[in-house]
């Protein structure tokens, strides 16, 4: 034998009803990609292979991910997430990820953790400071949108 009993739900003072709409159906989703579902990395570039920018301190490559090239080295505790950022041009918010430097103090690589397709981003590399203490570096913005390569 099992109990039964009554429950009640007393509203708090100020508090708003919940209503809730019953569906017959759900809506059609249209797209090839499921709901919450992300695009590896792997599947992602940008128009046209490959975008490169370049002043007279540091050049950039973007595919997946972006590399600056430095012609001198730079000051390896200046490469974080404030001087290397990626962010989506609409909104300014930015992409997660991670940056490294590599053994020649040269060449600095962001790999973002996800990208969207169809998107606008800018890659920025803020100053930093020259290894040799000369100064640092002019900084570099450059735009790029994302594409579906697979």
Do not use: C, H
Request: proline share 3%.
């Amino acid at each position: 034998m099992v109990s039964s009993y009554e429950a009640e739900s007393i509203p708090f003072r100020n508090e708003k009803p919940v209503e809730i709409e019953f569906l017959n159906k759900l809506e059609e989703n249209n797209n090839t990609e499921k709901p919450e579902e992300t695009t590896p990395i792997e599947d992602i570039g940008v128009e046209g292979g490959k975008v490169e920018n370049d002043n007279q301190d540091v050049g950039v490559s973007i595919t997946n991910r972006v590399v600056w090239r430095f012609l001198s080295q730079i000051n390896q505790d200046d490469v974080n997430l404030e001087n290397f950022i990626i962010k989506r041009k609409s909104d300014n918010s930015r992409v997660n990820g991670n940056v490294t430097i590599d053994d020649t103090k040269k060449i600095v690589t962001f790999v973002p953790d996800s990208l969207a397709i169809d998107t606008v981003y800018i890659a920025e590399a803020r100053e930093i400071s020259k290894l040799d203490g000369s100064g640092k570096t002019i900084a570099l913005s450059t735009e790029f949108k994302t594409i579906k390569v697979r």
